[in-house]
């Protein structure tokens, strides 16, 4: 990365000993001393995590996080869904791993003759509402299958107080494969009572490298986050009171396109998740 950033000035094959050879390495002995300087400032501004301006008089304080180190996945944080039919395909445990490199890895791929995948949830282990609440992603490549990352209480089923009592919040969904990516909120249960509200949009650059996807759940609104930068906000249901749960998961589907033209295994990668409280 460094070599990729920071190239230093190309010298003449001439074994002429000249003053403007002597002024030439002294620049470049300057440049490379400023940046040996400056270099573990540019490091730790690219790993710190953007966040929302708090409100007037607080700040953020991390309240709960998994960075995802060691080989194996805490499950007094989390716990490891399947094996069961989920959409077109199953939630399978062992689809749900770390990779021993800092990550968690939700894997896709053909068992036999069905489709599994990985998923992830903190329900009776970390519930809560209102916060920061924010994960680095890199998104998988083939169709078939789309990465997610939500909230989700029992609460959501309740009918007759909107979506105060629970919300399902999905504050990143990504079914497509060219930088469409969408948010959305669901209330009153799945059934004829069902409401939702959400947005797609674009940011083509998500399908490379790793991006981070939040969400500011206020007592007034929903704010969702890509990267830092605010993509949507919502007040929609009135607004979720009740704790929620974290999701991370990995759904088969034709949503997404056709799981047959897949090139399996594909990997959805979580390289931390943190959730903070303004304090």
């Not at 009776?124 to 990465?147: D, I, N």
């Not at 999905?170 to 969408?182: A, F, K, M, S």
């Amino acid at each position: 990365m460094l070599g990729g950033m920071i190239k230093p000035p190309t010298f003449g094959k001439s074994n002429q000993r000249t003053n403007k050879d002597g002024f030439r390495a002294g620049v470049y002995l300057g440049f490379l001393a400023w940046t040996l300087m400056a270099w573990p400032a540019a490091v730790a501004g690219a790993e710190s995590e953007v966040l929302p301006p708090a409100p007037a008089g607080k700040e953020w304080v991390v309240v709960w996080q998994d960075e995802f180190e060691g080989n194996v996945l805490n499950e007094e944080k989390w716990n490891r869904l399947g094996d069961w039919k989920r959409r077109d395909g199953y939630w399978v445990k062992e689809d749900a791993y770390l990779n021993g490199k800092g990550q968690l890895v939700l894997r896709t791929r053909k068992d036999g003759e069905r489709y599994t995948c990985g998923a992830v949830n903190t329900k009776g282990k970390f519930e809560r509402a209102f916060g920061y609440y924010v994960a680095r992603c890199k998104l998988p490549r083939q169709p078939g299958h789309w990465p997610a990352f939500w909230l989700m209480g029992d609460g959501v089923g309740k009918v007759g107080d909107e979506g105060r009592d629970g919300t399902e919040i999905d504050i990143i969904e990504v079914p497509w494969r060219d930088g469409r990516l969408t948010v959305n909120l669901h209330w009153d249960g799945y059934g004829k009572d069902h409401k939702s509200a959400g947005h797609k949009f674009q940011i083509p650059e998500v399908m490379e490298g790793w991006h981070s996807f939040g969400l500011l759940w206020t007592e007034a609104e929903y704010m969702f986050y890509v990267d830092g930068r605010e993509v949507w906000r919502s007040s929609a249901g009135g607004v979720c009171r009740a704790p929620l749960f974290l999701k991370l998961t990995e759904e088969i589907g034709t949503w997404a396109g056709k799981i047959e033209e897949a090139a399996l295994p594909d990997y959805f990668e979580v390289d931390y998740v943190r959730v903070y409280e303004a304090r």
